[in-house]
């Protein structure tokens, strides 16, 4: 079987078996696994020259949601839209050098509250979603900067491009105190320890909630993160059977071989515990322009299995918990951020079939209080890999709690006090992709 290669490298990252000079292009842009799968194509773009590397890729995800008793009628309401639009780049200069820039337009054309598709409102603008330069001076290790996506754990890392089976991993759980996407700039440096890729690591800081003065008036907020201390993290991975070498990482590898991994991720801040605004930070003490801010803390572990079991047929299954501590606002019970979500995932292919089934919740600590991000979810249904994981279809089941039933423009957990205990929201989703 041959090995596995990313589309924007052209060869395995990281690879301690090759070591001629155009092959190291491969592990130089160890990053680049980046969000694009292992098992995507890209483009090879000519450059006619040996110390250049160039490739682009494009991944296009259509996606319809029908919300049942969305109407009068009691029907199934629903919503054509384009999921992800993406445009990306990545190549290598010199054998050493790195980049990785990716471009996108989320949820374009989905509905919004009013009933109309944003592409009318003019509310869904595309972004520049990664942006990273990297230096890999040795193999398996690489120091880069830029936009980068924080460290947290595998099962809340999937590679949207053909990394997960379902339809969406389970980022409704991830409580970072100020990211747009989950990225932000930053610096780390990653690679392997140990024999045959045994350990995998990611270490580095991030901008996380940067300096913010106190503010008084009829609006007094307080000061956040006083002299801009970065947000630190890192991520290790125990590589139980096999290896994984990129960022963006799959459910299922589609590939024939067998991997298992456990592993752990932390974020820290310094009186940085808001979330993503001064007026919803969890104060330890006074209020207002006067409060202190608690700090920002994430911790939790993953643990993954893959195995091909011959014959086209190839089981997976992971879990996870994740950890997020905001504190707890001086004088009241509980933050509606501080408690633990889980993650689990059972997936199945029989040839180019995959049935599967996945969920998540996510509680606050606080008893019957501050209840307002709680959530949970179960998902049932079928992949279709037409060609891989790169073309694929999907016909899911979905149970959201809480949610708004009927209202595709919200099918996504919903800010409701009273929790799981909340409105449900049952939906069909398909999605088509293509990635080249």
């Given amino acids: 079987m041959r090995r596995v290669v990313h589309p924007l490298l052209g060869?395995?990252?990281?690879?301690?078996?090759?070591?001629?000079?155009?092959?190291?292009?491969?592990?130089?842009?160890?990053?680049?696994?980046l969000f694009a799968s292992t098992s995507a194509s890209a483009i090879k773009v000519p450059t006619g020259n040996t110390d250049y590397d160039l490739n682009v890729s494009v991944l296009i995800q259509a996606r319809y949601e029908g919300t049942f008793e969305g109407s009068t009628e009691k029907s199934l309401d629903s919503d054509f839209f384009m999921r992800r639009a993406r445009l990306a780049a990545g190549g290598t200069a010199f054998k050493v050098f790195s980049f990785f820039i990716q471009y996108d337009n989320s949820n374009l054309g989905k509905r919004t509250a009013n009933g109309l598709?944003?592409?009318?409102?003019?509310?869904?603008?595309?972004?520049v979603q990664d942006a990273i330069v990297g230096w890999t001076?040795?193999?398996?290790?690489?120091i880069e900067a830029g936009l980068i996506?924080?460290?947290?754990?595998?099962?809340?890392?999937?590679?949207?491009?053909?990394g997960q089976v379902q339809i969406e991993a389970p980022i409704d759980i991830i409580f970072d105190n100020l990211s747009r996407g989950f990225r932000q700039g930053g610096a780390e440096i990653r690679g392997f320890v140990g024999p045959i890729h045994l350990i995998h690591y990611r270490l580095g800081v991030w901008e996380g909630f940067h300096d913010t003065t106190?503010?008084?008036?009829?609006a007094p907020g307080p000061a956040v993160n006083p002299g801009g201390k970065p947000m630190i993290g890192?991520?290790?991975?125990?590589?139980?059977i096999g290896d994984e070498t990129g960022y963006g990482l799959n459910q299922m590898y589609l590939d024939g071989k067998t991997r298992a991994s456990i592993g752990g991720a932390v974020q820290y801040q310094p009186r940085a515990a808001c979330g993503g605004a001064v007026t919803t930070c969890s104060l330890k003490s006074g209020g207002g322009a006067a409060g202190v801010v608690n700090d920002y803390k994430f911790f939790g572990g993953d643990a993954f299995l893959d195995a091909a079991l011959g014959?086209?047929?190839?089981?997976?299954?992971?879990?996870?918990?994740a950890r997020w501590d905001y504190g707890s606002n001086a004088g009241q019970t509980g933050f509606n951020r501080t408690g633990t979500g889980i993650t689990g995932e059972v997936d199945l292919r029989i040839g180019g079939i995959a049935p599967y089934i996945a969920a998540y919740?996510?509680?606050?600590?606080?008893?019957?209080?501050?209840k307002v991000v709680d959530r949970r979810k179960i998902a049932a249904g079928l992949a279709f890999f037409l060609k891989g994981q790169q073309d694929k279809i999907n016909v899911e089941w979905t149970n959201i709690t809480p949610g708004t039933p009927g209202n595709p423009g919200a099918i996504a957990p919903v800010a409701n006090a009273g929790g799981i205990n909340g409105a449900t929201t049952n939906a069909i989703w398909v999605q088509g992709q293509a990635a080249f």
């Fill in 11 to 33: 060869s395995p990252p990281g690879d301690r078996r090759e070591r001629k000079p155009m092959k190291r292009i491969a592990f130089a842009l160890g990053l680049a696994a």
């Fill in 117 to 127: 598709a944003n592409i009318a409102a003019a509310v869904n603008p595309g972004f």
């Fill in 137 to 142: 001076p040795i193999p398996d290790f690489t």
């Fill in 149 to 162: 996506l924080e460290p947290t754990l595998r099962t809340l890392a999937y590679s949207a491009s053909g």
């Fill in 214 to 218: 106190a503010t008084t008036g009829a």
């Fill in 234 to 240: 890192g991520h290790v991975r125990v590589n139980l």
């Fill in 311 to 321: 014959g086209d047929l190839e089981f997976a299954v992971s879990a996870s918990i």
């Fill in 361 to 370: 919740r996510y509680l606050a600590d606080a008893g019957t209080t501050s």
